[in-house]
């Protein structure tokens, strides 16, 4: 099982609005994902998946120390129904 933040960043204190795209087919993590308010559990596949999520984030790290912010992915095009 592995998770992947998508699209957290933002203000202390201000409302969540984030994607969390896990790999391995855990149901136990989308249903806990589903009971924070403002996040949405996204199925990422396998856990095969999860290298290249992994190598992604160290793209956004590297991001984030060359220009002194803090960077997100976001992921458009992806309806509000939870069934796809």
């Known amino acids: 099982m ?3 933040l998508l699209g957290a960043t933002g203000p202390a204190g201000a409302a969540l609005a984030a994607r969390l795209a896990s790999v391995g087919h855990s149901v136990t993590v989308a249903d806990l994902c589903s009971q924070i308010p403002g996040m949405r559990p996204l199925d990422a596949g396998e856990l ?5 999520i992994e190598a992604f984030t160290a793209v956004l790290l590297q991001l984030n120390v060359r220009y002194k912010t803090r960077v997100s ?6 309806g509000d129904d939870p069934n796809g």
């Not at 992915?73 to 992806?78: A, E, K, N, S």
């Open 2 to 4: 592995h998770i992947g």
């Open 73 to 78: 992915l976001q992921l458009t095009g992806i």
């Open 48 to 52: 095969s998946n999860a290298t290249a």
